[in-house]
């Protein structure tokens, strides 16, 4: 690496990794700053794994480049899994021994020193309010406690850089607000990064500082949580009466508006309806209220709904796949 590229994790330009006719990862190219919690966000088989494994040198691209912690992926593997922690799909953990057992195993395999270990497994147990149980076995352990011991286990070598492949999979909610937050506050303290994969879409936009979207192995959005929205148009629902079809249609041609549908009513007997307008960045849902009570509608309330970085995955899955048809049916030449 060069010096520019001090401040930089993980660095991957135009990374591939094809399975048969199947490209897992295509075209990746990232920039993982030092410090932060990057999201690396997509659907079930969207590449995330395999992007983990083309990281830590367990699998070798097809084609493109990477490099973490300043080594390259195809010849500094060895120095990549010395320094990063990680956290797959499997924890690794030994169910028949204690935590204090699984800890004290994997601090020696670390070459944490005896002094040093004792202390550093009681402050982390402590962090994720295992000290408790410290005595357990792992088979005896709920999902969540066995899922925050293998949290530990990740952070106990003090890496600078944590590979997290969906942390709270398969958690209750409470248990994966715990785990987050814990995790959240244990990253900032240590100054680690983290490169965390999730399908969960709150999770992202909850821990992350900035998030890649992706599917089927392909970057669609990457950007802080605020950035994937701020350039994207905002919602606002129009509630009242005597709204039709029509004044939908109009209030959609107005500048100040890039889409605008009407919503039936909901309950019958209610004869309110809503018309859902999506307004460009930076403009507001005047120009379409004093459209539609200049049309004699009755405007009796505006909400805006802010979307959701699900509803901008949604549409980023939607616009993709419309682009993906487009070029399906494209003549070859
Ligand atoms: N070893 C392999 N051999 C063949 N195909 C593979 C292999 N590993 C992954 N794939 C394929 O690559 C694609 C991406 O898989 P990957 O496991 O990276 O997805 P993921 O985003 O982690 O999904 P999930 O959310 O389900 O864990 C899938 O189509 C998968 O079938
Ligand atoms: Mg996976």
């Not at 990057?38 to 830590?56: C, D, E, M, Q, S």
């Not at 493109?64 to 060895?78: F, N, T």
Request: with cysteine; hydrophobic share 40%; aromatic share 4%.
């Amino acid at each position: 690496m060069t010096r520019a590229d001090a401040g930089i994790a993980i660095r991957t330009a135009g990374l591939s990794r094809e399975f048969g006719s199947v490209r897992a990862v295509d075209d990746l190219t990232i920039d993982v700053s030092a410090g932060t919690i990057y999201g690396f966000l997509g659907p079930n088989g969207a590449g995330k794994t395999t992007t983990i494994r083309l990281l830590l040198g367990l699998l070798e691209p097809s084609a493109g480049e990477a490099s973490v912690l300043g080594q390259d992926v195809r010849k500094g593997s060895q120095a990549i899994r010395e320094q990063a922690g990680v956290l797959l799909e499997s924890d690794g953990l030994y169910t028949r021994l204690t935590a204090m057992q699984n800890l004290d195993y994997f601090g020696r395999i670390a070459r944490l020193p005896t002094s040093d270990r004792e202390g550093r497994i009681r402050d982390l147990l402590t962090a994720m309010d295992l000290w408790d149980r410290r005595d357990g076995r792992v088979a005896d352990f709920s999902k969540g406690m066995r899922q925050k011991l293998a949290l530990v286990r990740a952070f106990l070598s003090r890496p600078k850089l944590l590979f997290l492949d969906e942390p709270t999979s398969g958690l209750d909610t409470p248990s994966a607000v715990a785990l987050r937050r814990q995790l959240v506050t244990l990253a900032r303290d240590e100054g680690v990064t983290v490169f965390l994969t999730t399908h969960n879409l709150l999770e992202a936009e909850k821990v992350c500082d900035r998030v890649a979207v992706i599917r089927r192995g392909s970057l669609l959005a990457e950007g802080s949580p605020r950035e994937i929205h701020g350039g994207r148009a905002r919602r606002v629902a129009i509630g009242g009466t005597g709204f039709t079809a029509d004044l939908a249609a109009r209030v959609a041609r107005l500048p100040a508006v890039e889409t605008a549908t009407l919503e039936p009513a909901r309950d019958t007997g209610r004869d309110q309806t809503r018309i859902l307008v999506d307004l460009e960045p930076g403009t507001d849902a005047s120009s379409s209220v004093r459209l539609l009570v200049e049309a004699g509608a009755e405007v009796a309330s505006v909400e805006t709904a802010r979307e959701s970085l699900e509803d901008i995955f949604l549409k980023l899955v939607e616009e993709e796949e419309a682009e993906a048809e487009l070029e399906a049916t494209e003549p070859s030449p």
